[in-house]
């Protein structure tokens, strides 16, 4: 069965400072991969995803994030964080018409 | 910009009451969908609409929830009774075509429910 893990539950960055959030996933095949972002209170909103070609994919906000099949990794990344972008990161896998599998969350904090 | 809406936003209720949870997808959008985010967690699928159709309900405690899509617009997921585990965050998601992951899904922004 498909399954995300997110290894880090919490993360503090200063603002202007580099992110990286980290997703593995195990999936049978060819995976679709997917980042969203949910403010406190919020819904969730999808920064990126990943279907095929292009292993760097570009997104919104800023953000991009690296398909590594040797690895199963998509991790997520911006180059320089802004406070606005303090929130809870969700990774997700999935495929054609199978559900969508979430990981558990990385909560991400900015310090000034 | 077109939304999904929910509502209520916040409920609370004591168990063994029913509660209802209602969601108005973004207009055309053939398939919606029920999670439920338990604090600290990533959502979890529970019902699956292509219109008025159900595609999968496998993760749904069918002994207490209930969902419609009548009409194949709008949808209300029911709990009957309620019990405290069912505390959680209910998202509502929907998307234009027939249930591809290749095609975004949009989310509401949630109905937080409080079992006493």
């Known amino acids: 069965a498909q399954s995300v893990t997110q290894p880090d539950i919490h993360i503090t960055v200063s603002e202007g400072a580099s992110l990286e959030l980290r997703c593995n996933y195990s999936?049978?095949?060819?995976?679709?991969l997917f980042w969203y972002v949910q403010s406190p209170g919020q819904g969730l909103q999808l920064l990126l995803k990943?279907?095929?070609?292009?292993?760097l994919v570009q997104g919104i906000k800023g953000f991009e994030a690296e398909f590594k099949r040797s690895q199963s990794s998509f991790n997520l990344r911006k180059p320089s964080v802004h406070w606005s972008d303090a929130a809870e990161y969700f990774c997700?896998?999935?495929?054609?018409?199978?559900?969508?599998?979430f990981g558990t969350g990385t909560r991400l904090l900015v310090s000034p | 910009e077109a939304e999904v809406a929910q509502s209520p936003r916040y409920k609370i209720t004591e168990k063994s009451q029913a509660v209802a949870f209602w969601c108005d997808p973004i207009?055309?959008?053939?398939?919606l969908y029920w999670y439920r985010q338990i604090l600290g967690q990533g959502p979890e699928l529970l019902v699956q609409?292509?219109?008025?159709?159900?595609?999968?309900d496998s993760q749904l405690p069918k002994d207490r929830f209930s969902a419609e899509r009548l009409k194949g617009v709008d949808s209300t997921l029911k709990i009957q009774p309620a019990e405290l585990g069912d505390s959680a965050m209910y998202l509502c998601?929907?998307?234009?075509?027939?249930?591809?992951?290749?095609?975004?899904?949009?989310f509401g922004p949630g109905t937080r429910l409080t079992v006493l």
């Open positions: 998601a929907s998307s234009f075509r027939q249930g591809n992951l290749a095609d975004t899904q949009y």
């Open positions: 999936y049978g095949a060819t995976p679709y």
């Open positions: 990943y279907f095929s070609g292009d292993t």
């Open positions: 997700a896998v999935g495929a054609g018409f199978q559900k969508l599998v």
């Open positions: 207009s055309g959008h053939a398939t």
């Open positions: 609409f292509q219109d008025e159709s159900v595609v999968d």
